[in-house]
């Protein structure tokens, strides 16, 4: 299916701290420098960059995964919303994060894909150091 990728990076933190953090409120706009309103539950809503991004948590499974339902300002109306897995590995007493995204709107695959780096890899870098 070509509306979708996978990204990995290493950060410099505990899964634990990361799925913490994701799932707050104040860890999830300190991670990534921009305002975030989360409710941390199944079936909890979310919204990121300062309302750019949405969505719902569909399954949530401690330290170790989170589903979501995703979608930005960018989707056409009739576009269903895309799904968002981030998965949380330890390496070494840091994590491998995996962020696999698909069902995105046809032709915004690689904007997404930059924006994964720019906007939640690169300060999530800087905030674990």
Do not use: C
Not at 29 to 50: I, Q, R, Y
Not at 69 to 89: G, H, K, M, N, Q
Request: cysteine-free; aromatic content about 14%.
């Amino acid at each position: 299916m070509p509306n979708e990728f996978t990204l990995t990076i290493i950060v410099n933190a505990k899964p634990e701290t990361i799925y913490k953090a994701w799932l707050s409120t104040d860890g999830h706009s300190a991670l990534t420098g921009s305002p975030a309103k989360v409710d941390g539950t199944a079936n909890g809503d979310f919204t990121a960059w300062d309302g750019y991004i949405w969505g719902m948590f569909l399954e949530l499974e401690p330290n170790h995964r989170i589903l979501q339902a995703w979608r930005t300002a960018e989707f056409p109306t009739e576009a269903e919303d895309s799904i968002v897995e981030i998965l949380l590995e330890e390496e070494k007493g840091k994590t491998k994060l995996t962020i696999k995204h698909s069902n995105m709107p046809e032709g915004q695959v690689d904007s997404y894909k930059k924006g994964w780096e720019d906007f939640y890899f690169k300060p999530m870098k800087e905030y674990y150091k």
